[in-house]
């Protein structure tokens, strides 16, 4: 099944299915700030936020990291994940520049079959190779409690949802 998004209402597919509620998050293995390989398994025991988004250079993701800084301060045993293409250098600087102590980035720079093996790959577009924007909430055995793919790229995910899962 095949998955879709838009940019300014020009439609986007996205590849594969998206992670069903209860399912256990796949296996990744991605890059972090210092150019390590980070997998799934590192966060083993934490509940999970996976903040997928195209770029940091778009207000809507920037304002989604910022967001989910203010928010993630507030959840006990939660880690927020931002995935992205961009490089590590690039989130090192932009979390350096708002003071978002808490960023944890993983690029996809290497690991990305990652994305599809998500379902957040954007197939068709400009766009295309790039991760969706999708919010994705997990508990601490990986089993998926949330998962919204944004229907409008420019847009923001529903935060308020997200976070209900987590405070249940």
């Given at each position: 099944m095949t998955n879709a998004t838009a940019l300014i209402d020009d439609p986007i597919l996205v590849e594969d299915d998206l992670p069903s509620l209860g399912?256990?998050?796949p296996f990744f293995q991605l890059v972090n700030q210092a150019l390590?390989?980070?997998?799934?398994?590192a966060f083993r025991g934490q509940r999970k936020i996976l903040h997928f988004f195209p770029a940091i250079d778009?207000?809507?993701s920037a304002n989604s990291l910022r967001t989910l800084e203010t928010l993630g301060k507030q959840l006990p045993n939660t880690v927020i994940l931002h995935i992205s293409a961009d490089l590590p250098f690039t989130m090192s600087r932009f979390c350096s520049a708002e003071n978002l102590s808490g960023c944890i980035h993983l690029s996809t720079m290497r690991g990305r079959d990652m994305l599809?093996?998500?379902?957040?790959?954007?197939m068709t577009s400009k766009l295309a190779g790039l991760p969706a924007?999708?919010?994705m909430v997990a508990d601490e055995n990986d089993q998926v409690l949330h998962v919204e793919l944004v229907?409008?790229?420019s847009n923001e995910?529903?935060?308020?949802a997200a976070l209900a899962v987590l405070q249940k």
């Amino acid at each position: 099944m095949t998955n879709a998004t838009a940019l300014i209402d020009d439609p986007i597919l996205v590849e594969d299915d998206l992670p069903s509620l209860g399912q256990t998050l796949p296996f990744f293995q991605l890059v972090n700030q210092a150019l390590e390989d980070v997998s799934l398994e590192a966060f083993r025991g934490q509940r999970k936020i996976l903040h997928f988004f195209p770029a940091i250079d778009t207000p809507a993701s920037a304002n989604s990291l910022r967001t989910l800084e203010t928010l993630g301060k507030q959840l006990p045993n939660t880690v927020i994940l931002h995935i992205s293409a961009d490089l590590p250098f690039t989130m090192s600087r932009f979390c350096s520049a708002e003071n978002l102590s808490g960023c944890i980035h993983l690029s996809t720079m290497r690991g990305r079959d990652m994305l599809k093996n998500y379902g957040v790959l954007m197939m068709t577009s400009k766009l295309a190779g790039l991760p969706a924007r999708v919010l994705m909430v997990a508990d601490e055995n990986d089993q998926v409690l949330h998962v919204e793919l944004v229907k409008e790229l420019s847009n923001e995910p529903d935060y308020a949802a997200a976070l209900a899962v987590l405070q249940k």
